[in-house]
């Protein structure tokens, strides 16, 4: 096999592993802010508490990398309805700002309460021995950590577009997305629907978390850090769509894997680019609804 092509296929498959973070973490978020509209900028401390979560059991508990990210993801899931309740709720009908300003609130509120238990520094994880070194696929070998990130990425998208487009609390929840007025007024319970995806998503977010934590790495200001990216997903894949927000973590996560393998130097430079166009030739996103 040529160098360039190893070059293209590392790029591929790096970025493919890249993007089922960006995925799962991301369309938790997609589908809340599209249900709820509400500009939930605090989605990365979930994410980052299901990282510090399976850490956690894992270094004082002992309890083994797979049952500790299940675990982690329905233990932030529950953590996550009081916060619904009684901080996210009050302000659904509010404004953008005082939405925002909650959220970066709850941010930095984050990080220094897990900079004070946890340190500043960065924690390590320590993934099965199964999941360490490579494997081969007979034209060539790939790091097994990341074929086994893009096999569960797979998964998860396969089943939460099943839940989403073929169950009936998905058929609920795309209603409510759609129209939440007509939803409720065919007896849809919205306020319920809200409080059952919000902790979907955000317990989506710790599983991703607990995932990312030997690629992307771990620390306090991981919420803050990659915010941004998080956001950028969901604007272009368009609000509340499953299927947007999985091709958009395609597309976004090779092509900034891919620009900074190519070209070190200029950082997260194609990513934005490649937002930017997107957007200006649909500002509501790959699959977003109009009007």
């Given amino acids: 096999m040529s160098q360039l092509s190893n070059i293209i296929i590392s790029i591929i498959f790096d970025g493919l592993a890249y ?3 960006l995925f799962i973490i991301s369309v938790g978020l997609s589908v809340t802010m599209g249900l709820m509209g509400f500009v939930n900028l605090a ?14 059991l894992m270094s004082v508990a002992g309890v083994p990398f797979i049952p500790a990210l299940l675990i982690g993801a329905v233990g932030v899931a529950v953590v996550s309805l009081p916060f619904e309740r009684f901080l996210y709720a009050p302000l659904y009908k509010a404004g953008e700002l005082d939405q925002v300003l909650l959220c970066i609130g709850l941010v930095f509120m984050a ?45 998860m998208a396969a089943g939460i577009w099943y839940g989403f487009e073929k169950t009936l609390i998905g058929a609920r929840v795309r209603a409510a997305v759609d129209n939440r007025m007509m939803a409720q007024s065919v007896g849809i319970d919205v306020d319920r629907l809200f409080r ?21 790495g771990l620390s306090p200001s ?8 998080f956001l950028i997903v969901v604007a272009v894949g368009g609000l509340g769509t499953i299927k947007g927000t999985f091709v958009a973590a395609l597309v976004l996560g090779v092509i900034d894997n891919g ?11 194609f990513i934005y680019a490649v937002t930017i166009v997107i957007l200006l030739l649909k500002p509501t996103g790959l699959y977003g609804r109009h009007g």
């Fill in 43 to 56: 989605h990365g401390v979930f994410a980052m508490a299901g990282g510090y979560f399976v850490t956690s």
């Fill in 19 to 21: 993007a089922m973070i």
């Fill in 196 to 216: 059952f995806t919000f902790a979907l998503g955000s317990g989506l977010a710790a599983l991703g978390g607990g995932l990312a934590v030997d690629i992307l």
């Fill in 259 to 269: 620009g900074k393998y190519l070209w070190p130097e200029g950082g997260a430079f």
């Fill in 111 to 155: 990080s220094a309460s897990f900079t004070y238990v946890f340190g500043p520094d960065p924690v390590p994880i320590k993934v099965p021995d199964g999941l360490r070194g490579q494997v081969d696929l007979g034209f060539r070998s790939f790091p097994a950590y990341r074929l086994f990130m893009v096999a569960v990425g797979l998964s």
């Fill in 222 to 229: 991981f919420a803050i850090q990659y915010l941004v990216l």
